[in-house]
């Protein structure tokens, strides 16, 4: 995987110092068996004697004492550079997510995606710290400590290692399933994830309907089947231990019968067969290890693949890949003949001509679902829109810098999305350089100055999650001071003013007279009331201009606006009754 390899060249230093650390370290553990052959040995008649004893004995502490130094400097290093990789990854994916297009989240959910940048890098976490630190700790110790075992007896040695073939053949049929079933547990977490997000960012939803009791036996269903698929990956996982661990145990059994024959034999003595079985005991604890290690490496995979998949996602807007700035905009817009459909192929407009002079009004007022916020989302870039039908100042929106077309054009939603933070750091999102005095301006021209009062700390109050502590109104009025502060040259007003009454729409938009004649303005709204100032008025049906021209003209056809525009007169007569 070129993952893998990218950020251990990145971490090659950490890794090297700790790869040497861990020679050192399993040198110092390898020769501690070795002393004490020959301390046992110095005891036996004819030995060497209880001072030489002694001073092994010394001469072991002191090696457990560097053992102990060497041993925790390794795992700063390799269990360090695993946490700087996660670190890099991290902020690398969250940068990658950033320029992905809408089509992209459309296709995801948001439960998925938390999970493969939470859970999954923790699974890269531990595969690139404990994962690699105890594959090097394991590949030393059988190298080294076997050449040790076969050097006091090579008979002995050959011997205990018997049951290991068998040991490969379970292993490597325990770690496919491994394989395979954290895969599916990991799978199963995001649909937890994605649940829950779900219900906390709808959670007065769910209450207002007296959903809570279905909401809870939904998750437990996803809970319930988490549980299942990881006691499944467990079961592989301690299948795989408690196969490793018998093997050490009969390589164990093997040793002390074969090699106490050995001793009554001659053929061993007793400090070698205590540091043949030392040298094993040794062995046995990786041994073990084996089986977390290959779970860590077989779930670690499984997460880097998923990850891998994001990062391989790319933007399908020819724009993202631009440079630069691009031209200065003037706010002229051309659609020529504009047709686009969503990418699960629902066509949405069909045909579209409209020209838009350069600060101009353009009203767009349609049924639901007629096209009319699509329409105006294509001159944001989110959307790709096929090459020679949509141009500003007479270029094409696929040769411009998409993130140069956004900076010079706001738009202000039905739906707002307020951050966490205060009210004037939500103004001033696209603009944090603003001075104070420029975030008060927006605001009183989106007549949020109205409800200062209301604010505790005015415009440094401090917003709830999604700006839920402020209603449907001042939600709306804080993204049209955010759109203003930006200065743009094009303004989409989309049913942006939906939840605010009558006359503070009718003081909003008189607020906006002197902002909108020098800048290029699309309102859209289901109220005929809000377009009829527009320079031009251009009705949707079905995706199609159905008619356009100024709100004389329209009302002297006594079409389709004609007619939606003496419904609401009605309506609004039957209300102030």
């Known amino acids: 995987m070129p993952l893998i390899g990218r950020y251990l060249r990145a971490r090659r230093r950490e890794f090297a110092i700790g790869f040497v650390l861990l020679l050192i ?58 946490r700087h990789i996660v670190a890099d990854l991290r902020d690398r994916l969250f940068e990658h997510l950033q320029s992905l297009p809408a089509s992209f989240y459309a296709r995801r959910r948001t439960g998925e995606i938390m999970s493969r940048a939470v859970n999954d890098l923790m699974l890269v976490r531990s595969l690139f710290g404990p994962g690699v630190l105890n594959l090097i700790n394991v590949a030393i110790l059988y190298t080294a400590g076997l050449a040790m075992m076969a050097l006091i007896d090579p008979t002995l040695t050959l011997a205990a290692i018997l049951p290991y073939p068998f040991l490969l053949f379970g292993v490597g049929h325990a770690s496919r399933a491994i394989h395979q079933r954290s895969n599916a547990a990991q799978e199963a977490l995001a ?104 779970g860590v490496f077989q779930r670690g995979l499984g997460a880097i693949r998923r990850v891998e998949e994001i990062l391989a996602q790319t933007s399908d807007l020819p724009g993202d890949a631009l440079p630069g700035l691009g031209p200065d905009l ?66 094409d929106l696929n040769d411009l810098p998409a993130a140069a077309v956004r900076s010079r054009v706001a738009m202000v939603p039905q739906e707002t999305f307020l951050f966490s933070r205060s009210i004037a750091e939500n103004i001033a ?109 251009v009705v949707l049906d079905g995706g199609r201009v159905a008619e356009s021209g100024t709100v004389t003209d329209l009302l002297a056809r006594g079409g389709l606006f004609a007619d939606l525009h003496h419904r609401q007169q009605l309506e609004h007569e039957m209300e102030t009754l």
Not at 63 to 77: D, P, Q, W
Not at 520 to 534: D, K, Q
């Open 330 to 395: 003037g706010g002229r817009v051309a659609l020529r003949r504009l047709s686009f459909a969503y990418p699960d192929g629902r066509p949405v407009l069909k045909d579209v001509d409209l020209e838009v002079p350069a600060g101009s009004t353009v009203g767009i007022v349609g049924r639901v679902g007629s096209g009319k916020s699509t329409l105006v989302q294509l001159l944001g870039a989110v959307h790709r829109v096929p090459r020679g039908m949509l141009y500003l100042d007479g270029h």
């Open 25 to 82: 370290t399993n040198g110092l553990a390898l020769v501690v068996p070795w002393l004490l052959k020959q301390a046992i040995e110095a005891l036996q008649p004819g030995g060497a004697g209880p001072r030489h004893a002694a001073m092994l004995a010394a001469a072991i502490a002191g090696l457990a004492a560097v053992l102990a130094a060497t041993r925790t400097a390794s795992r700063l290093h390799v269990l360090g550079a695993s």
């Open 191 to 294: 649909d937890i994830s994605n649940r829950a997000q779900e219900n906390l960012s709808g959670i007065h939803q769910v209450k207002a309907y007296v959903r809570e009791a279905a909401e809870i036996e939904s998750f437990g269903r996803l809970n319930d089947e988490y549980r299942v698929r990881n006691l499944a990956l467990a079961r592989s996982r301690g299948l795989v231990v408690t196969l490793m661990g018998g093997l050490g145990a009969a390589s164990t059994i093997i040793v002390v019968w074969l090699g106490g024959r050995h001793v009554v034999e001659g053929r061993l003595t007793i400090g070698g067969l205590v540091a043949f079985t030392s040298y094993l005991a040794i062995l046995t604890g990786p041994t073990i290890m084996m089986g977390w290690v290959l």
């Open 429 to 537: 999102l696209g603009r944090p350089d603003a001075s104070r005095e420029e975030i008060d301006a927006a605001a009183r021209i989106a007549q949020l100055d109205r409800d200062l009062a209301a604010f505790p700390e005015g415009l440094d109050t401090r917003v709830g999650e999604r700006g839920v502590t402020l209603s449907g109104g001042q939600r709306q009025r804080v993204a049209l001071a955010r759109a203003l502060l930006m200065d743009p040259r094009i303004l989409v007003l989309d049913d942006a003013l939906s939840s605010v009454d009558a006359d503070t729409e009718e003081a909003i938009l008189r607020g906006l007279g002197g902002f909108m004649r020098r800048r290029t303005t699309f309102l859209i709204s289901h109220r005929v009331s809000t377009v009829l100032a527009a320079d031009q008025i």
